[in-house]
């Protein structure tokens, strides 16, 4: 079973600062997905990457997929209080009978104070 | 715009009820999951199926039950609820297999 790590686990920032989060394994990865994840609510989908090396922006995030594709970072530029969320990355994890199926990392917490 | 609906948000449970956790999803998706998270643990995969009829353990099975008799709905049954189940529940569909799934709101289950 392929794991993902994510670092930090914790993370309190002003409003306005710029910070990096990571998704770490020692394993390979055809993609990875990142979600954000708000209080009360299920995870919804940021982004997928899917070639070693590439660079996705979504608005003031910016996602980055490994050259080896065995990790993957989020950065936020000025960040704002709704940015406040658990952030989640998922890769193909475990085979089950009918193919694979994600393993998600446990997350960074992040909160944004205004 | 419904998604996927689970009911109820939230329960508490006595040590050894039962109950079932709803699921239902409105964008006929042939991918169902189950997922419970723990404080610090991520998503872990308890069941998942694959289209009517047809569903698979994933990580952690071990005292649920799942059945899918429609393509829309994937209930959870807890036969014998013990503290350890203590947890919030997420259901999720997805069109095809690693593709994007779409997540409910949870249901945050507590057995005392």
């Known amino acids: 079973t392929q794991l993902l790590e994510q670092s930090p686990q914790f993370l309190s920032i002003q409003e306005g600062e710029n910070l990096t989060v990571y998704c770490n394994s020692s394993?390979?990865?055809?993609?990875l997905q990142w979600y954000r994840q708000e209080p009360g609510e299920g995870p919804v989908l940021l982004v997928t990457v899917v070639t070693g090396g590439e660079v996705k922006k979504l608005k003031r995030l910016t996602f980055q997929f490994g050259d080896a594709r065995k990790d993957s970072s989020l950065h936020i530029t000025a960040a704002q209080p709704g940015d406040t969320g658990l952030y989640l990355c998922a890769g193909e994890g475990r085979r089950g009978n009918y193919g694979q199926n994600f393993v998600f990392g446990p997350g960074t917490r992040l909160s944004v104070l205004p | 715009n419904a998604g996927v609906t689970q009911t109820p948000k939230f329960r508490i449970l006595k040590i050894g009820q039962s109950m079932t956790l709803q699921c239902t999803q409105d964008?006929?998706?042939?991918?169902m999951y189950w997922y419970r998270q723990d404080p610090g643990m991520g998503l872990k995969l308890i069941y998942y199926?694959?289209?009517?009829?047809?569903?698979d353990k994933g990580e952690v099975p071990n005292g649920y039950n799942v059945s899918r008799s429609t393509t829309e709905d994937f209930p959870l049954r807890l036969e014998l609820a013990a503290p350890s189940q203590t947890s919030v529940y997420f259901c999720?569909?997805?069109?095809?297999?690693?593709?994007?799934?779409?997540f409910g709101q949870g249901t945050r289950l507590t057995v005392v």
């Open positions: 999720a569909s997805s069109y095809r297999g690693l593709s994007e799934a779409f």
């Open positions: 199926s694959v289209g009517a009829g047809i569903t």
């Open positions: 964008m006929n998706h042939n991918y």
């Open positions: 394993s390979v990865f055809s993609s």
